[in-house]
């Protein structure tokens, strides 16, 4: 199992180890640390760096992806912080989204750069088994989750305008974040299976009444919920695990060429 999340993790997992990977993507964001979870296994890598310092457009997100695969990791989890395009979403509420749309420019966002040409399919770009994993420890540990939405990943590190924020609304999406693109879809490209977990710290500009987010705000409120995401994923990791890989993930080349 994977986790690409924020630092502080790892202080709860056994026998932690830090190794180095070499990939032919440069280094990932930190080197992996390795330990356990009972008898699972985990890889955790901080995706901005040891002490946050990597900003969302910069994060390495091939060389990430690449050093799980290297470790062995065929699952990955991605929590992350995001902004609510619903008034309906409470305040730490999390989102196990089941679709994204990428709003992001720029970035390296494929593994498929040289022949054979491949089209690796993103109908549904999340893994279905993971995602029930993840929704059913949540439930279990009464944990506010929704059952899927769309999160809409922007380029940062600046936030929406007020303009932007009511067209993502208008179009119907769930959620805003600036990291869950192109993470996920990476790890479809390697047939990795691959969710994330939105936790709910704002509600973006174009939702009424919103004030405009702030760091101070959404880390205060990622701050009060980190408990809860920690015992989600202790709870979800060895659960999903235990799940024999019969999802699309596995085979996602097998059409693709």
Do not use: K
Not at 76 to 99: H, K, T, W, Y
Not at 129 to 141: C, I
Not at 224 to 242: D, F, T, V, W
Request: charge should be negative; aromatic fraction near 8%.
């Amino acid at each position: 199992m994977g986790v690409l999340g924020g630092s502080g993790f790892y202080e709860f997992v056994d026998d932690v180890e830090e190794v180095e990977v070499e990939t032919p993507y440069g280094p990932p964001s930190a080197p992996p640390a390795v330990g356990s979870i009972g008898e699972v296994r985990v890889a955790f890598i901080p995706r901005h760096g040891r002490v946050h310092e990597l900003a969302p457009h910069r994060i390495p997100y091939r060389a990430n992806i690449w050093t799980m695969r290297e470790l062995g990791v065929q699952r990955i989890i991605g929590p992350n912080a995001c902004g609510s395009l619903r008034a309906d979403l409470a305040l730490g509420e999390f989102v196990v989204c089941d679709q994204f749309v990428d709003r992001t420019s720029g970035r390296a966002d494929t593994f498929c750069d040289d022949a054979p040409v491949t089209h690796v399919s993103a109908a549904d770009p999340y893994c279905a088994d993971l995602r029930r994993s993840l929704v059913e420890a949540a439930r279990g540990l009464d944990i506010p989750v929704r059952d899927g939405g769309t999160v809409v990943v922007i380029q940062g590190p600046r936030f929406s305008t007020r303009a932007e924020s009511r067209w993502f609304q208008s179009m119907g999406w769930d959620v805003i974040n600036m990291t869950a693109y192109p993470e996920g879809y990476l790890a479809r490209e390697l047939e990795l299976c691959y969710a994330t977990v939105s936790v709910v710290t704002d509600y973006d500009v174009g939702v009424e009444g919103s004030p405009a987010a702030s760091y101070e705000s959404v880390h205060a409120v990622f701050a009060q919920n980190i408990e809860r995401l920690r015992a989600l994923l202790m709870a979800a990791i060895p659960s999903a695990a235990a799940t024999p890989r019969l999802c699309a993930c596995a085979t996602a080349l097998a059409t693709a060429r």
